[in-house]
């Protein structure tokens, strides 16, 4: 276990109330001393000043913080200086991503289409100065042409020269046995850490996983449908099920675990000290 990573994501809020209540949450999940946290970022550059002013208070309080970095919708030059800027911070993880833009914003503004451009960018660029971060699918990204081309997309950021991986959440947990094996069976050695969600809320939940593809298991969504508006229930059910989760992984040597942690401590919170008593 010595070498298992824990790391806590944070989105940038955009209120002062909302940034206070963030650093309240990272001091809560500092105790648990995670090896780091990130913060999103969005994409187009919408949250660049948001993201770079919490990543560099949350890096000068103490535990290392990843930016999310996205490409798509902005030029070389912006991305060039952002890394620039972060690099004289002391930033040394990138979790590089090509995002989503939000609709109605032209894609095509960009100069980069995929993650593995933005990777082989800050490579040619920057050299081995940040450790890269990408994200994973085990149950398949929602635009993949298929299971094996995302695969083979996934293959081509580790090979651009992504150091590690983190999943998007699932909670069918043979999704990522499988996807790992497969990634083992092309010869990709980084480790995936798996990516995991809280469950906190139902309809919130619902929303996130239509969009990202995160399937939702029946026995799952029955039970949380069933909880209605009993929010106790449904947090109690939700740490119950996530600790399993974990459990199983941490069992199956998972090289860590990354919590979206959707700037909550509680439930979080709670999971590692199941997990970690
Ligand atoms: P890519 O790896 O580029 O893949 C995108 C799609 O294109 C896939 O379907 C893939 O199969 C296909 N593809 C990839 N490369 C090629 C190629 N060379 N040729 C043809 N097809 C290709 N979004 C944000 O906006 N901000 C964030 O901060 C953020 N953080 C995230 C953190 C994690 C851990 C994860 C898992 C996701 C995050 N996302 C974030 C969401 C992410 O940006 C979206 O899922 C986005 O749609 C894909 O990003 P990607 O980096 O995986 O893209």
Known sequence: MDTFRLS??????????????????????????????????????????????????????GISTAPHLSCVGDTKANIRDLLQTYSQNGIDRIVALRGDL?????ASTGEMRYANELVSFIRSEFGEQFHLEVAAYPEMHPQAKSYEA????????????????????????????????????????????????????YSKLARFSDACGAEIPRWIRKQLEAYGDDQESIQKFGEEVITYMCEDLIENDVEGLHFYTLNQADACLAICKNLFP
């Open 8 to 61: 806590f994501e944070f989105f940038p809020t955009k209120t002062e109330e909302g940034t206070r209540k963030l650093y309240e949450v990272r001091d809560q999940l500092a105790v648990l001393e995670p090896d780091f946290f990130s913060v999103t970022y969005g994409a187009g550059g919408s949250t660049r000043d948001r993201t770079l002013d919490v990543v560099s208070e949350l890096n000068r309080r």
């Open 102 to 106: 939000p609709s109605g914003m032209a």
């Open 150 to 201: 995302d695969l083979l997309n996934f293959k081509r950021k580790v090979d651009a020269g992504a150091n590690s991986a983190i999943t998007q959440y699932f909670f069918n947990i043979d999704s990522y046995f499988y996807f790992v094996d497969r990634c083992e069976a092309m010869g990709i050695d980084i480790p995936i850490v798996p990516g995991i969600m809280p469950i906190t809320n």
